[in-house]
């Protein structure tokens, strides 16, 4: 058999990295009787599309990040949120493994015929536009990019900025047309998009990590035979840790080579530039309340409760 994985992201990215890894893994532990096509971003559709494909069975993985997948699933719209994630990495890490977190949006994607089959955290977010984007008032009045839910938009309606969700593949022409003023992604999909070719900074604020998730169609998942089941949960556990690495590494490597082409000036904000930010972002929890309820409270709670615990070191 033939599974179709398609990605978010395009070739030489994190998302590429994993599935390539998820691939060898899978074929060598089925000894071939399981192959997996791998579709980049470009050759199925847009991260919507992509979740589409996924729920009426036509592709069998997927990822889908909470950024375009907030409407569907609203949960996942936590992942949007500003200055909520730990700042060690390492502890987001762990987070996003933990099952008791993990385990609360089973639900609400199952509700979409969807199975999570994990989140994967790709990089710090970092934000791009023609100018340094200092405090939430930089922000006044900026066309920024978000990702295609309402959710995703918030967080920078909060900084006062004007949002507008567009497709992925469409951010780097409405850059160059000037019909958005700036975006924000990981560094590693900054420079592989180009988009440092058509903005003149990158303000580094760290304002949220960028999480994906990985998801299947729930009915193909739960009616795979166990060796199957096997196969695919097993290599699912392995490749976490290389992509954990690929965005480390892809995320330093590449800022490295924009900083060495020169063409972009980069600007770290400090803790004080950052506080003003995390202030400001602060009333969106609310708003990501209202749109989820219970089960969002109780995310949140969870969420809240594990950082304490992982940064007080009271749980490995
Ligand atoms: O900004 C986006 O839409 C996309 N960014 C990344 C890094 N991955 C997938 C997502 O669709």
């Known amino acids: 058999v033939t599974w179709r994985f398609a990605l978010e992201e395009i070739e030489g990215s994190v998302q590429h990295a994993y599935a390539e890894a998820l691939k060898e893994r899978i074929e060598e532990r089925s000894d071939g009787r399981i192959l997996i096509d791998i579709f980049p971003y470009g050759s199925l559709g847009t991260s919507t599309q992509l979740t589409e494909l996924v729920r009426n069975g036509s592709v069998n993985l997927a990822f889908a990040s909470p950024g375009h997948l907030a409407d569907k699933v609203p949960e996942a719209g936590i992942f949007t949120l500003h200055f909520i994630l730990p700042e060690d990495s390492q502890i987001t890490r762990q987070l996003l493994a933990s099952p008791e977190l993990t385990g609360l949006f089973e639900q609400p994607y199952a509700r979409?015929?969807?199975?999570?089959?994990?989140?994967?955290?790709?990089?710090?977010?970092?934000?791009?536009?023609?100018?340094?984007l200092r405090t939430p008032e930089d922000f006044q009045g900026l066309r920024i990019r978000t990702m295609t839910s309402n959710m995703a938009e918030e967080a920078y309606r909060a900084y006062g900025a004007e949002p507008s969700q567009i497709p992925y593949s469409q951010v780097y022409s409405d850059l160059q047309l000037r019909k958005i003023d700036g975006q924000s992604n990981p560094v590693f999909a900054i420079e592989e998009m180009d988009f440092h070719e058509v903005q003149s900074t990158l303000t580094l604020a760290r304002p949220a990590q960028f999480v994906s998730s990985v998801i299947s169609n729930l009915e193909w998942?739960?009616?795979?035979?166990?060796?199957?089941?096997?196969?695919?949960?097993?290599?699912?556990?392995?490749?976490a840790e290389i992509a954990w690495k690929t965005q480390e590494e892809l995320n330093q490597t590449r800022l490295e080579k924009m900083l060495e082409e020169g063409q972009l000036s980069v600007v770290r904000l400090t803790d004080a530039e950052r506080k003003a930010f995390r202030e400001a972002s602060r009333p969106v929890r609310d708003i990501y309340l209202e749109r989820t309820g219970e089960s969002g409270q109780k995310i949140l709670e969870k969420l809240l409760q594990l950082i304490e615990e992982f940064e007080a070191g009271s749980r490995e």
Do not use: H
């Not at 979409?112 to 340094?132: C, I, R, S």
């Open 221 to 239: 998942y739960d009616s795979l035979p166990e060796n199957q089941k096997q196969w695919l949960d097993n290599a699912l556990k392995d490749v």
């Open 112 to 132: 979409q015929n969807m199975k999570l089959l994990g989140f994967v955290p790709e990089g710090w977010m970092a934000w791009t536009a023609d100018k340094a």
